[in-house]
C-alpha cells in the first residue's frame, strides 16, 4: 500500500510564551526541537499508521529568532521512505498577524516505524504527485546516502 505525501502532512500553531524563552529573551533552541521531533513523530504516524520512533536528526539549521509572543508554525511531511523509515522534512516560521510566514529553521529527521513488540516495522510506499516532491525524494535519496556514510565513519 502506498500513501500520498498529503496524507500525513501535519501542521501545528504554538505562541512562543515566557517559559519558552532562553537568557537572551528568545525562543529556547531546545524547545523549537521538541516541538520539531513532536511533529515529525505525528507526520510519521499518520504515514505509517504506527508508533514511531526518531533515529537520528539532521540539517538542523536555525535562520533567523523567535520571541515572545511570536506565532510559530511547523509544517511537517514524508520526503522519503525506505523499508522501514521515513524521512520527514519540518520547517518552522514566524507568521505575523497579517498570515505571513518567514522561515526560521528547517529539519529533516529519520523515523523509524515499529511494531507492538518494539521491532521496526515496515512502512507504506510513497506516491509522489509533484514535481517538487520528486525533486526531494531524489534530495531524500542523497541524504540517506550521507547518513549511511556518517554511520560508517562512526558519526
Known amino acids: 500500500m502506498e500513501k500520498a505525501v498529503s496524507e ?10 515566557p517559559e519558552h524563552l532562553n537568557g537572551a529573551e528568545r525562543l529556547f533552541g531546545g524547545k523549537l526541537m521538541e516541538w ?15 508508533d514511531v520512533i526518531t533515529a537520528s536528526v539532521d540539517n538542523l539549521k536555525f535562520i533567523r529568532g523567535a520571541y515572545l509572543k511570536d506565532l510559530i508554525v511547523l509544517v511537517g511531511r514524508v520526503t522519503f ?3 522501514t523509515s521515513m524521512e520527514v522534512r519540518v520547517d518552522t516560521y514566524v507568521e505575523g498577524f497579517d498570515g505571513v510566514r518567514k522561515p526560521i529553521n ?9 511494531d507492538t513488540d518494539g521491532n521496526p516495522a515496515e512502512v507504506p510506499g510513497l506516491i509522489i ?13 542523497k541524504r540517506r546516502e550521507m ?6 565513519e562512526g558519526f
Not at 36 to 50: N, Y
Not at 129 to 141: V, Y
Not at 147 to 152: A, E, H, L, N, P
Open 81 to 83: 521512505v525506505g523499508r
Open 106 to 114: 528547517r529539519a529533516y529527521l529519520t523515523l523509524v516505524a515499529v
Open 36 to 50: 520539531i521531533d513532536e511533529l515529525a513523530g505525528l507526520v510519521g504516524i499518520r504515514h505509517a499508521q504506527k
Open 129 to 141: 504527485e509533484t514535481e517538487a516532491e520528486k525533486a526531494e525524494w531524489e534530495a531524500g535519496i
Open 8 to 17: 500525513s502532512r501535519t501542521e501545528q500553531v504554538y505562541q512562543v510564551r
Open 147 to 152: 547518513r549511511k556514510q556518517r554511520r560508517m
